[in-house]
C-alpha cells in the first residue's frame, strides 16, 4: 500500500463486463438522497466474503460523509442497466483500522464494511482469491510477482485537465520497493507543485 493519498489511476482501458467480480463500488447518502441518481465516489473495494468488502480508510469519511451502500456487479455507474445486473447492499458497520490517521499519510488505510444482506455469489459476482501462504506451491512464489491490475471507477488523469469516469477501468501497475515508491512520490510532489 503507498505511505500517501493518490486519489485516482492515471489512464487505464475499460475493463470487460465481469471481469473483476470482486470488485465493487461505494455508494453515499441515504436511499431518499440516491434516489434515481445515486451519488457514487472514487472509491470501490474488493468483495472477500459474503458479508465483508475490503476498502480504504479515507473512503470511509469523505465529503460525501459514510459510505452507506455497496454495489455488487457494477460496470458503468452512469448508466441503469448495461447486462451487469448490479445489486446494491447497504451496509450494516464500518470497521477502519485502529491505528489509522487521516492526512497527508495514510498509512493503515484500511477499513472492512460489513454487509446488511449477504452478497448472493454467481459467475459474475464472487469473493477475490486472497493469497494464502499455506496453498503456496512449489511453483508459486510470491517473490516473483512484479506487477498488478489497479480497478476502478473515478478520475483519469491529474491537475485541472483531468476527468471522471462512471465506466470500470484497468490499468497495469509495476510493482516497487518502498524505497523506491518514496523517491518516485517525491519527484511527482515537486514536479506537481511548481
Same mark, same amino acid.
Given at each position: 500500500?503507498? %505511505?500517501?493519498?493518490?486519489?485516482? $489511476? +492515471?489512464?487505464?482501458?475499460?475493463? #470487460?463486463?465481469?471481469?473483476?467480480?470482486?470488485?465493487?463500488? =461505494?455508494?453515499?447518502?441515504?436511499?431518499?438522497?440516491?434516489?434515481?441518481?445515486?451519488?457514487?465516489?472514487?472509491?470501490?473495494?474488493?468483495?472477500?466474503?459474503?458479508?465483508?468488502?475490503?476498502?480504504?480508510?479515507?473512503?470511509?469519511?469523505?465529503?460525501?460523509?459514510?459510505?452507506?451502500?455497496?454495489?455488487?456487479?457494477?460496470?458503468?455507474?452512469?448508466?441503469?442497466?448495461?447486462?451487469?445486473?448490479?445489486?446494491?447492499? %447497504?451496509?450494516?458497520?464500518?470497521? $477502519? +483500522?485502529?491505528?489509522?490517521?487521516? #492526512?497527508?499519510?495514510?498509512?493503515?488505510?484500511?477499513?472492512? =464494511?460489513?454487509?446488511?444482506?449477504?452478497?448472493?455469489?454467481?459467475?459474475?459476482?464472487?469473493?477475490?482469491?486472497?493469497?494464502?501462504?499455506?496453498?503456496?506451491?512449489?511453483?508459486?512464489?510470491?517473490?516473483?510477482?512484479?506487477?498488478?491490475?489497479?480497478?476502478?471507477?473515478?478520475?483519469?488523469?491529474?491537475?485541472?485537465?483531468?476527468?471522471?469516469?462512471?465506466?470500470?477501468?484497468?490499468?497495469?501497475?509495476?510493482?516497487?520497493?518502498?524505497?523506491?515508491?518514496?523517491?518516485?512520490?517525491?519527484?511527482?510532489?515537486?514536479?506537481?507543485?511548481?
Amino acid at each position: 500500500m503507498y %505511505p500517501y493519498n493518490v486519489p485516482y $489511476v +492515471h489512464g487505464g482501458i475499460n475493463a #470487460g463486463l465481469h471481469e473483476f467480480p470482486h470488485m465493487t463500488a =461505494l455508494g453515499y447518502g441515504s436511499e431518499e438522497v440516491r434516489g434515481r441518481f445515486p451519488v457514487w465516489s472514487n472509491c470501490g473495494g474488493t468483495l472477500i466474503s459474503k458479508n465483508y468488502v475490503l476498502t480504504a480508510a479515507h473512503c470511509t469519511d469523505s465529503s460525501w460523509g459514510h459510505p452507506t451502500v455497496v454495489r455488487v456487479g457494477e460496470h458503468d455507474l452512469s448508466r441503469k442497466d448495461e447486462g451487469a445486473h448490479a445489486v446494491d447492499h %447497504p451496509i450494516k458497520r464500518i470497521i $477502519v +483500522h485502529p491505528d489509522y490517521r487521516s #492526512g497527508v499519510t495514510l498509512y493503515n488505510d484500511i477499513a472492512l =464494511l460489513e454487509l446488511t444482506t449477504p452478497v448472493n455469489f454467481t459467475k459474475h459476482v464472487r469473493p477475490a482469491c486472497l493469497f494464502n501462504h499455506r496453498e503456496k506451491t512449489e511453483n508459486s512464489n510470491v517473490q516473483d510477482v512484479r506487477t498488478a491490475v489497479a480497478t476502478g471507477w473515478g478520475n483519469m488523469g491529474f491537475g485541472k485537465g483531468r476527468k471522471r469516469t462512471l465506466m470500470f477501468k484497468m490499468c497495469g501497475l509495476q510493482l516497487l520497493q518502498a524505497g523506491a515508491i518514496w523517491d518516485l512520490w517525491m519527484l511527482l510532489v515537486i514536479s506537481y507543485r511548481r
